[in-house]
């Protein structure tokens, strides 16, 4: 499917970036591969990491959409032709958690589809099959473009229906509104920008007030529980606002 192939399996002891679908914390650009071929995606992966990007795979809508919440993609390499649900629906779908920008990939011929696909609103479209080198000088081009947008407005967690509009200051869940002190908004936002992984004590003291101290660490334990009494059912037994103790909070949003 890909050309160039042979030289990039002779390679790949030498791939530099990471796999996301053995998840670590880096600051690489992160692509997301959606197809549901098992083996273009494990040979995009070869390729991209190759060039230093980090790398993670869906195979069908739901597991797109989990993880652009989870991993924050900086951008989306999107199949057309998927099961279930085809390249389109996904597209939209994926624009109700992230605004990152998408590169359409498919066999089809670029005429049949590339009208659609930007009126859609995708960033680029690229047809199978391609050159490594056009599809990495793509996703380097787009990078570039998107470093000079706007940053995200809207954080969206569907499995939990938690919705955090930075613009407008408002909190949903479940379709309701949950009204939150400036201090309590800051930190679920906090929260919600490396949701589901635990953010340390001393990373939200220090955006919040700026120094951790004993006595932000107790301010920083009074919002967590103003938060909680918001947010969950039961507060004495939270399930979304988790405290990792002596290690920090932890928006949980993945049933």
Not at 56 to 67: E, K, N, T
Not at 77 to 99: A, C, K, S, W
Not at 190 to 218: C, F, M
């Amino acid at each position: 499917m890909l050309q160039d192939t042979t030289s990039t399996l002779s390679g790949i002891s030498q791939v530099m970036g990471t796999d996301l679908d053995a998840y670590h914390e880096t600051i690489k650009p992160r692509v997301l591969i959606v197809d549901d071929d098992s083996d273009y995606v494990a040979m995009m992966k070869i390729i991209l990491r190759q060039a230093d990007f980090d790398v993670s795979g869906a195979f069908d809508h739901q597991a797109a959409l989990d993880r652009c919440v989870e991993l924050k993609p900086d951008v989306i390499l999107l199949d057309l032709m998927m099961p279930d649900v085809d390249g389109y629906g996904i597209f939209q779908m994926l624009r109700n958690v992230t605004n990152a920008p998408v590169i359409i990939v498919s066999a089809a011929a670029r005429t049949d589809h590339l009208s659609r696909t930007l009126e859609l609103g995708a960033d680029d479209y690229v047809t199978k099959p391609f050159h490594n080198s056009e599809i990495i000088a793509r996703l380097n081009k787009i990078l570039r473009q998107s470093r000079a947008s706007e940053p995200v407005k809207v954080h969206f967690f569907p499995e939990v229906d938690l919705r955090i509009d930075l613009e407008a200051h408002e909190v949903s869940l479940h379709g309701k509104v949950v009204r939150l002190l400036p201090r309590e908004f800051s930190m679920l936002n906090i929260l919600a920008e490396h949701a589901p992984r635990n953010v340390s004590y001393e990373k939200i003291t220090q955006q919040l007030w700026g120094e951790d101290t004993p006595r932000t660490r107790a301010h920083l334990k009074t919002i967590a529980f103003g938060l909680r009494r918001k947010l969950e059912t039961k507060p004495a037994r939270p399930k979304l606002l988790v405290n990792n103790r002596s290690i920090g909070y932890q928006l949980v949003t993945r049933t």
